[in-house]
């Protein structure tokens, strides 16, 4: 059974805005820290933005000021808000997580021990 589904990947042109959600099990919802990571063809996947228990956040420079991780606690969905999209925003969107209770080294993709498929977002100009 999948832990955690991501969706609202699509294609979206230079500046526009896409939403990015992921669901989770009820188990680690509740008990892990969250975050998104994203990968383009022939690189690493890197850190988007991440989410604590607590709701600390933390986020790429790269990012910061366009995207917002939040949590949806009635649907058990953490959101990611893409805002003025780059082409470099382009890739594959994984949702991911983690337990304990602190974002301490959370661009560690090792530090994750549930992942999804992950969704595709394409940047147009």
């Known amino acids: 059974r999948a832990q955690l589904v991501e969706s609202g990947g699509a294609s979206v042109e230079v500046g526009g805005s896409l939403r990015l959600s992921c669901t989770a099990s009820?188990?680690?919802?509740?008990?892990?820290?969250m975050a998104w990571f994203r990968q383009a063809p022939g690189k690493g996947r890197e850190g988007v933005a991440a989410?604590?228990?607590?709701?600390?956040?933390r986020s790429s420079d790269s990012v910061k000021g366009r995207f917002t991780i939040s949590l949806d606690k009635d649907k058990r969905m953490v959101l990611l808000q893409m805002k003025n999209v780059k082409p470099e925003d382009a890739g594959t969107y994984y949702c991911?997580?983690?337990?304990?209770?602190?974002?301490?080294?959370?661009?560690?993709?090792?530090?994750?021990?549930?992942w999804g498929r992950g969704t595709q977002v394409t940047v147009s100009s």
């Open positions: 009820e188990y680690i919802y509740y008990a892990f820290c």
């Open positions: 989410i604590g228990t607590d709701g600390s956040i």
């Open positions: 991911a997580a983690r337990s304990g209770w602190t974002l301490v080294d959370w661009r560690n993709t090792d530090e994750y021990e549930y």
